[in-house]
């Protein structure tokens, strides 16, 4: 076992609204030969994703923030190259949380062996990974139901797309706001949503009255702002929310002010509920059957937008700020 000389990302200033490329840095560093029960790994695909953001801030929140001049933390997919694990061999594909880098040590305990058969092996980072669990627990956490109107912001992203083709398979009707036409036509036509609406044409509480006039049942929040405000107005009594995520504040400075309809909470009886998928992995391998037999059948389909190279990471990051992903942001390595 040798030592060898990987390249990783790190955060070396904390950003101040949007991040900029100044904010990281692509580092060499030499790893250490393996210690006994650790394997090493050649990461082949690596995730970028929103919450990342939200690391960045040296803030107490409910993971802990990126170190400055130390490599960040992701999703990754990797292939074993050196084992002093039993359980694992050369050869063997494992996610991990070791993304952000071409070579990483760890434990392997640490890592999740996934199966070489399905393909393409990045999957495991979207439709099959934490961003179609992250779908799939939201529908589970407000018992979205056949019968239900559920309107998906962020349509066309990682979880947005996941969600809306699980909820059609659960018997629902689907409505989602995406960021472009061709981002419209790919939830529409692609992932089934029933009616698809470009936000940036027309206000969101217009375009959402016109597809649901008799109003929705469920709301699967992945932007805030005013595709929540518009929601409040449109969900019928007893209706629920999802709050999995906000992208259109995560870069500001300074909070904006809530919904200014927010007491429909109230008269309404609405239920909200947060959503985070590190409270559903009890259950990772009840997904992982769902999941992955609708994708062996082709009834869920994966969605990536694919950037190469390592060098490549922080700009692939950057770019899910601009809308620059349909499905799910991958950085494939190698």
Not at 20 to 29: I, M, N, Y
Not at 173 to 198: L, M, N, Q, T, W
Request: proline share 4%.
């Amino acid at each position: 076992m040798s030592s060898i000389t990987t390249r990783e990302v790190h955060l070396v200033s904390r950003p101040k609204g949007m991040p900029v490329a100044a904010d990281f840095a692509l580092v060499e560093s030499q790893l250490p030969p393996l210690q006994d029960q650790q394997v090493r790994v050649r990461n082949l695909f690596l995730s970028v994703d929103p919450y990342m953001r939200g690391r960045m801030n040296d803030v107490k929140s409910y993971m802990p923030a990126f170190e400055l001049n130390k490599a960040m933390e992701g999703g990754a997919v990797g292939e074993v190259v050196e084992s002093r694990a039993a359980g694992l061999k050369q050869g063997d594909v494992v996610t991990s949380n070791y993304g952000w880098r071409e070579y990483f040590n760890a434990p392997a305990k640490e890592l999740h062996q996934v199966s070489k058969e399905i393909q393409p092996l990045s999957v495991y980072l979207g439709a099959l990974g934490m961003t179609g669990m992250t779908a799939w627990a939201g529908l589970k956490l407000v018992e979205v139901k056949a019968g239900d109107v559920i309107y998906i912001s962020g349509a066309a992203g990682a979880v947005g797309s996941v969600a809306g083709q699980l909820a059609k398979l659960k018997g629902c009707r689907v409505i989602g706001s995406a960021g472009s036409p061709e981002k419209v036509a790919f939830s529409h036509d692609v992932c089934g949503y029933d009616v698809a609406f470009d936000y940036k044409t027309g206000p969101v509480l217009d375009q959402l009255k016109a597809a649901a006039p008799d109003g929705i049942d469920v709301y699967f929040d992945n932007v805030g702002g005013e595709s929540l405000e518009a929601a409040l107005s449109c969900l019928r009594p007893h209706g629920r929310i999802i709050a999995c995520g906000g992208i259109s504040g995560y870069n500001e400075e300074k909070p904006k002010p809530g919904p200014s309809n927010l007491f429909n909470m109230t008269t309404k009886r609405l239920t909200m509920k947060g959503l985070l998928v590190r409270d559903w992995l009890e259950q990772q391998a009840e997904f992982e059957k769902e999941a992955g037999g609708y994708f062996k059948a082709g009834k869920l389909k994966h969605q990536e937008t694919v950037v190469n190279g390592i060098d490549h990471a922080v700009s692939a990051f950057l770019g899910l700020f601009s809308g620059q992903n349909m499905g799910k942001m991958i950085v494939k390595l190698g």
